[in-house]
């Protein structure tokens, strides 16, 4: 597996804030099944004095196929990513590791 950065950037106008507002709990959801599957490893958006968007952390097998799965995403699905890169990101100090699943 190869570790992705991803960032999304998003636009500013309030219907784009309104259609992501509407449109964040399905959101959450493709990110939370991203996240069990332990392919997304950390993801968070940016603070409130940075422009909007978001860091995303992920495992996957090449950019290719990830960019597949983001485009699964509902706020790419519904245009509300004004800009999403994706970048191999080569870890040399610290790792990051898929959180220990609890037992159910």
Do not use: C
Not at 74 to 96: C, D, M, S, T, Y
Request: cysteine-free; proline content about 6%; hydrophobic content about 45%.
């Amino acid at each position: 597996m190869t570790t992705f950065a991803v960032t999304y950037s998003y636009s500013t106008d309030a219907e784009n804030i309104a259609k992501r507002d509407a449109h964040r709990p399905a959101h959450v959801e493709f990110l939370t099944t991203q996240f069990n599957a332990q392919r997304l490893l950390v993801s968070g958006p940016f603070g409130p004095e940075e422009a909007p968007g978001a860091l995303l952390i992920f495992n996957a097998e090449s950019k290719a196929a990830l960019e597949t799965l983001l485009n699964a995403d509902p706020f790419h699905v519904q245009g509300l990513i004004a800009e999403r890169n994706i970048r191999q990101w080569n870890i040399f100090f610290g790792e990051i590791t898929p959180a220990a699943k609890s037992a159910a």
